[in-house]
């Protein structure tokens, strides 16, 4: 291999490496911002695990967190406002991310 091979190698695992990671933190993020969501709208543990469900669906709906926080705006309506849901959304991607280069995937 040639010393090009070698850092086209590097590259696309760094790329691979980096978009895995991206998607444990978004998928980390959904989990915590739904139980978030789940206690404040006073749900059970078992339509906890559902909307959690519900959260990740809605994710997959357009890149970037702004499905999911359209989701947790309409549910959310009245309990807390937009800029709150704003804010725990970039605070738990955050947390999210420092977890995993922690190597605590709690």
Not at 14 to 36: C, I, P, Q, Y
Not at 43 to 56: F, G, H, L, N
Request: charged content about 35%; proline content about 3%; glycine content about 4%.
């Amino acid at each position: 291999m040639t010393t090009f091979d070698d850092r086209e190698s590097a590259f696309e695992n760094k790329f691979a490496h980096d978009a895995d990671m991206l998607f444990k933190a978004e998928s980390m993020r959904n989990r915590m911002v739904a139980a978030w969501a789940s206690e404040l709208l006073g749900k059970t543990s078992e339509d906890a695990a559902q909307y959690v469900k519900d959260i990740i669906r809605a994710d997959f709906e357009a890149p970037g967190p702004e499905d999911v926080i359209r989701k947790l705006i309409a549910d959310l309506d009245g309990k807390v406002d937009e800029e709150t849901i704003r804010t725990k959304v970039q605070e738990l991607t955050s947390q999210a991310q420092r977890q995993l280069l922690e190597g605590d995937p709690s």
